[in-house]
């Protein structure tokens, strides 16, 4: 019982990480200014159910994802460090590795759920999961993390006002730096696992 716990806290951890939902809340607070709080909080679950939908699909399907591509998880274990690594990277340093169309406000809970939250280093992090711990641990990780990013989401604004931009860029950069460490663990996990295959 104590193992399953630690289990749930570590991949909770990880995945709260990745998703970063305290990043999200300046953009967020931004893209909903104006609406109604009604409107905000049905930004805020339709943000939530992207990003949701998509991790329990990559969670549950990754098998046959693979299988259908003929891929091989150490490869793809590789590939999803190093784009972890970018994106910790980016966030650390505060640079813009890539451009984002612009969306309109009632856009927001799409563009917040992917590829904000979920986007190619949280579905990594949640098929890595699901290869070493199965489908319970990271299915309650899953649930835990999505219903702790709708509430940060719910009272973004709040949030905003009282941390401040000072606050929230701070604490993004170190958020990023936890990102990139995680990464290198899984590119060095994934190189060994590929040459174990050759």
């Known amino acids: 019982m104590q193992d399953l716990i630690r289990d749930i806290l570590y991949s909770f951890a990880a995945l709260f990480i990745i998703l970063d939902p305290l990043l999200s809340v300046p953009v967020f607070a931004a893209m909903t200014r104006g609406q109604t709080p009604a409107e ?44 972890l690594f970018l994106l910790g990277l980016q966030e650390a340093l505060g640079i813009e590795l890539g451009h984002c169309k612009e969306h309109t406000a009632t856009a927001a809970g799409v563009v917040i759920g992917t590829p904000l939250l979920c986007g190619p280093g949280t579905i990594t ?16 990780a899953i649930t835990l993390s999505l219903l702790a990013t709708w509430l940060i989401l719910y009272y973004a604004e ?10 929230t860029d701070i604490m993004g950069k170190v958020l990023g730096m ?21």
């Open 40 to 83: 905000v909080h049905k930004q805020a679950f339709i943000a939530v159910a992207v990003a949701g939908g998509l991790m329990y699909i990559f969670l549950i399907f990754n098998t046959a994802i693979f299988t259908i591509l003929g891929l091989n998880f150490p490869a793809f274990q590789i590939a999803g460090g190093i784009i």
């Open 158 to 167: 709040g949030i905003q006002r009282i941390l401040g931009d000072v606050v």
């Open 178 to 198: 936890l990102v990139a460490a995680i990464a290198v663990k899984i590119i060095a996990s994934g190189i060994l696992a590929y040459i174990a295959t050759i």
């Open 125 to 140: 992090t949640v098929m890595l999961l699901s290869k070493e711990y199965g489908l319970l641990i990271p299915f309650v």
